[in-house]
């Protein structure tokens, strides 16, 4: 099977169990979003990677939420799917966004100590923003 076709089977569901998500009116599913939709070779398996806005509990309550709810999606997004077999649907989240959230702190406060320290040995702030444009 072409990547291309997975892909675009990939884009698909993302968009009909967007849609769906939005439906829903279990209140253990809070603010989420599709970041991405991985589909396995065969169309057989669909794992969607949501991102969910909040505390700790409430992104497991709404993993858990959408979990239980996996087979009505299912039902729901299988007309608009022109496939033999609806793929089985799992979702796990993705916590790639506060990574990098993480890491772009990290970095910042990398750079605030660094100017602290040349700051502290004698240099200049002039002279520390220069080396900062170089980098």
Do not use: C, W
Not at 20 to 41: C, H, M, Q, T, Y
Request: hydrophobic fraction near 35%.
């Amino acid at each position: 099977m072409g990547s291309f076709r997975l892909e675009k089977v990939g884009h698909l569901i993302r968009e009909l169990v967007s849609e769906v998500i939005r439906e829903l009116k279990d209140p253990r599913i809070g603010f989420a979003g599709i970041n991405e939709v991985k589909i396995s070779p065969d169309l057989r398996h669909a794992k969607i990677y949501i991102s969910v806005f909040g505390s700790d509990k409430e992104k497991n309550d709404t993993l858990e939420g959408l979990n239980s709810a996996k087979g009505y999606i299912k039902r729901k997004i299988a007309p608009e799917l022109s496939l033999r077999q609806i793929p089985d649907l799992s979702f796990a989240l993705d916590e790639s966004i506060e990574n990098g959230v993480r890491i772009s702190q990290l970095i910042d406060k990398a750079r605030a100590e660094d100017k602290k320290l040349a700051l502290s040995a004698g240099r200049t702030e002039e002279e520390t923003e220069e080396d900062e444009i170089e980098e």
